[in-house]
């Protein structure tokens, strides 16, 4: 039987929005108790097509609750006891142990690998995907482990044909079933019917043998009963009976075929078992043997044909992790810091107090004496195999490997934890350098920044992190939630400010309000300049979730409620909405709105992403009616000596920003003109900008973006009936008729609404009219904005040229779409706008 899970049909709709339980239910059953009923022996050609349509249909009607698969559990029992209690049966029926020929499984006979009937195998495949969306520990509460069951369930595996590469989900959900089975609180020996009389702690029996050679077998293959073969082992070899006799030679094996195996997919298997055997075994029977398995740790630098593969390199760094749990004991750290009362409720109430008895909730560290503990020498390696984990490329890996320092340090003495949080605060500092009194961080790792937050993120979380340390953490994190480092035409590190969101949100879990108190501006502001500010939507979503943690449990962040509420997961979600609106409601809070101004003008009218300095330019203009003054003094002067940079895009968003803020100012002046006199120099600086550009912004490579920007600055200076002298107005119009003539429809669009402005503002005489080119787009639809009432003389001719161009031409060259198009766009506005006096025909 041939089944293809990429022709599953998901229901998208279903997938993406919230379910409330499991709709499907009944639907569901009927497909489900048709599948349990069909008769195999009387499944012809036609039902064989129908019973897979079936269950095609009941795996589609499962599929969206991945996301949501608790909503299954009311159903779980229902769905899981029937197709086991039939499959059991089965097993039963089929009696494998007598097909195997010896003791040594590996030797059956080819008549006697059975083939599983299709009814069988589909049953299985469904137990699959209810496993794949629900997770095999919660199904396995639901499957059978009598004690009866083992032998047939495990000869019945032995059996299969291990070539049917159809039948995998069959495989995988019996040796998730034998891992069940296994576990059995009798002894094995008693449940082998091959087994010896004989007695002895460390004594082998055959059962055992051929579960674990069937095991590593499956180890090596490539799909997913390789991590089942995992789960089986680490559940068998960690028995107390069984380890006394296995543990140890199975560890001496893994360490042996680790150091010559060449292929990827056995050293994924044998350190996925090796994981997941340190992970459930006790520690005392662990112990004995982690000097066998030590070398496995280096096998990335003994072979490097597996460097660069990620699950290797994550499983390296898991079982590092768990190696070190196993040499330390188990234990919380009596020096950590601890809360205490985390009520929200009681938060929200005192939110503007503190409410909260330091003296209950920060515990002494001069109280807590440390245990007298000898920490072995193999934790120093391990903690630097975890630490180098921090900067590798892959972020699983990161995450792992700050997973393990957070757990790891929770088992230290506080004077070695300390080393940890400084080896971490180190990683930050790597490769940074400073100029002009300025951290510059261009030249630093994004994967080790982000693996450092992930890291003290894992540590604040669980107290380790003490509040003596926040002073110097929260600088690094201030530069973490603005990490963005060029790369060619983009940008890399919205990973980084996701992490560092992660970490902002673990100190509104971990920390009381008095504490954070000293921090809480800095916090605030951060968190939300990034929720409107960031460029990536799960970053402004990851910020505004932050922000919304710190303000229910700790209370203090100014205007929290008020925040959160214009703010929140959905409304972030749209760029320009938190750019334009959202940001504009904050900064009416004076505690914010400068951070947010500064950010726009400091870092987001530099982004590399051109649509970011054009709405960080949008975003000024709206900004400046709230402090006009804050922009006349202060951003002003910084935006214009950056429209002469040398780098376009910093030359275009200062471009753009100077344009609008300088709208802005004009507006809200309206009628009162005495600012032109009280602000002569700044407004005389503002008006040769265009003249001081030099000629080869224009006409080199990539000029586009600087016409473009200049354009825009124009169009914003003559809407606010900018001062200006002949000679500027001219050199104005030269650059706005240069953009006109090019082929970029943008560009045409920003050119269009500048000559609008500065018609509008400056008049327009004919002898410009006559030097319009002809069939170009730019041209003809500017032509529309002119007033002819004041200057008829010149509408005859202009309607002639627009005639023209908006008919076919003979010329390939000028016989161009959007020019007709534009000269009868053009044709309409002049009628329009001349009304009953338009004429037509020659006078």
Known sequence: MEFDETNVDIDVDNANNSLSHFMQSKEFFESLDILLKSDEEELSKENDVEQEKNLKKAINLINPYQEQPYLLDPHLEAIVKPIIELLRSYIKSVNAASLVLSNNISIVSSKDIIKVPVKI????????????????????????????????????LVVLNTKDFNAWETRYVLLIWLSLICIIPFDLKTVDSKASGSEGKKEKFPLVDHIID???????????????AAVLLSRLLTRRDIAE????????????????????????????????????GQRQTLLPTLETAWPCLFILEENKTFANNTLVRKMSVKLAQRFG????????????????????????????????????????????????????????????????????????????????IGRLSQRLPQELADDVIGSLFELFSENTYTRNDVLEISAVSDY?????????????????????????????????????????AHSIGSHVRDAACYVCWSFARAYAPDVLAPHVPELANYLVVVSVFDREVNVRRASSAAFQENVGRLGNFPHGIEIITEADYFAVGNRVNAFLNISEKIAEFEE????????????????WDKPMRELASKALNRLTRLDLDYMINKVLPLLIPQTLSPDSQIRHGALFAVGDICLAWSTIQGNDKSWIEKHKLLITQISSIIGSLPENVFTDFGSEVTCQAATHCIAGLAKAGWPINNDILKEWKNVVYDLLSRKDEYGQEIAVDAVEALITEYGIDGQEIEKYPLFTRGFSLALGLIKFKNIKEYLEPALDALIISATVQQTRVWNDAETRRNS????????????????????
Not at 592 to 607: C, G, P
Request: hydrophobic share 40%.
């Open 325 to 404: 749990l196993c040499y330390l004991k188990p234990k919380v750290a009596s020096w950590r810091y601890q809360r205490g009362n985390r009520s929200l409720r009681d938060n929200l109430e005192v939110s503007d107090k503190t409410g909260i008895d330091p003296s209950n909730v920060h515990q002494s560290l001069k109280d807590s004496e440390e245990e007298e503990e000898e920490i072995p020498d193999q934790i120093e390696e391990i903690i630097e195999i975890l630490l180098n984990g921090l900067r590798n490329k892959d972020t699983v890996v990161r995450w792992s490997a700050a997973k393990g």
């Open 245 to 280: 006799a296995y543990l140890l030679d199975y560890i001496q094996w893994a360490r042996d075929e680790v150091k010559k195996v060449t292929d990827v997919f056995t050293i994924t298997g044998i350190f996925t078992s090796l994981c997941a055997i340190y992970k459930l």
């Open 592 to 607: 914010y709105r400068y951070h947010l101004i500064d950010h726009l003008s400091t870092i987001t009218i530099t982004n």
């Open 824 to 843: 009868i766009l053009s044709v309409t506005k002049i009628a329009k706008n001349l009304g009953n006096d338009f004429k037509t025909g020659k006078n």
């Open 214 to 228: 069937l095991s590593k077998f499956y180890l090596k293959v490539t799909g997913k009963e390789r991590d089942a």
């Open 121 to 156: 195998q589909r049953l299985f495949m469904l137990m699959y995907y209810i496993m794949k969306i629900r997770g095999f520990k919660t199904i396995l509460k639901f499957f059978s482990h009598e004690v009866a069951d083992l032998e047939p369930t495990f000869y019945f």
């Open 448 to 488: 080790t920044w982000h693996g450092a937050c992930l890291a003290i993120a894992e540590l604040a979380r669980r107290g380790l992190l003490l509040p003596e340390r926040l002073s110097e953490v929260i600088p690094w994190v201030g530069k973490a939630l603005k990490f963005d480092l060029k790369r060619g």
